[in-house]
């Protein structure tokens, strides 16, 4: 069992990261971000910079479990196989292998 994030500390940290690197750091706040969760809750102000760099690192951000999109219905739920959890296709080069094979029984089958 892995241990709980606490998402006031995750923030603080990110604040506490992208913080030394402000080209105006006696600048006003431009937002607070609020957190609150069972574990409690914090309120940040934050700035222009922090506001950037969080743009920037949700646009960088890839999810370990983004495996494209399913070609067929378009489903965001490949798994480890790249199969898709929605609509049963296979993708990859195991996924063309038996498409292949499949069209070529069917049209053994409709002769």
């Known amino acids: ?41 914090a309120v940040f102000p934050v700035g222009d910079h922090v506001i950037r760099a969080m743009c920037k690192a949700l646009a ?12 067929e219905c378009g489903g965001r739920h490949l798994d480890e196989n790249l199969h898709c959890r929605e609509c049963g296709r296979l993708h990859g080069i195991l996924g063309e292998v038996i498409a292949m094979h499949a069209r070529r029984v069917a049209a053994e089958d409709a002769t």
Do not use: K, N, Q
């Open 60 to 71: 960088a951000y890839r999810d370990p479990e983004d495996r494209g999109t399913c070609v």
């Open 1 to 41: 069992m892995s241990t709980p994030i606490d998402p006031a500390a995750v923030m603080a940290a990110f604040i506490d990261a992208v913080a030394p690197y402000d080209p105006a750091p006696d600048a006003g706040p431009v937002a607070m971000v609020g957190v609150r969760t069972a574990m409690g809750e």
